[in-house]
């Protein structure tokens, strides 16, 4: 249960943030997207506001659906599919670890940018922590 518990906590954590940056905010922005090396703090994309409230809104739907695994919320979701959803999860936040081979994840080739740096520090681990915790309770 703690496994879904962490995961609920830090996915509605960072769909909260998404939602901020959605409505104009500002913190932690600026390391928040990956930049392009040949051109010193460019952004390698510029997600718009429904783009970014789409993300949100998929992180929420992730948290719920670790809640309903663990039984936290009544429903009739039938269990295979919160079984498979979790694995989904898992696997998602397993290929943002691995990356793009470019700006983002363990193999990126862009290292020298603020972002890169955070990535490997701060994003790659969160993201390796979803994803193992996301499989945990969707075995168990």
Not at 8 to 36: D, K, M, Q
Not at 42 to 59: C, D, E, I, N
Not at 68 to 82: D, F, K
Request: aromatic share 14%; hydrophobic share 55%.
């Amino acid at each position: 249960m703690l496994p879904a518990l962490l995961n609920t906590a830090l996915l509605l954590l960072i769909s909260g943030i998404h939602v901020y940056w959605a409505f104009g905010g500002t913190w932690g922005l600026s390391a928040a997207l990956p930049e392009r090396p040949d051109r010193a703090g460019q952004k390698a994309f510029q997600p718009g506001r429904g783009l970014t409230l789409l993300v949100a809104a998929g992180l929420a739907a992730m948290a719920v659906l670790h809640l309903y695994r663990i039984g936290w919320l009544p429903g009739t979701l039938p269990s295979w599919l919160t079984q498979y959803g979790l694995l989904g999860v898992g696997g998602i936040f397993f290929l943002r670890v691995v990356g793009d081979f470019r700006y983002v994840g363990f193999f990126k080739t862009t290292t020298e940018t603020a972002f890169a740096r955070l990535d490997t520090a701060f994003y790659i681990p969160l993201c390796l922590i979803l994803s193992i915790c996301a499989f945990w309770t969707a075995v168990l």
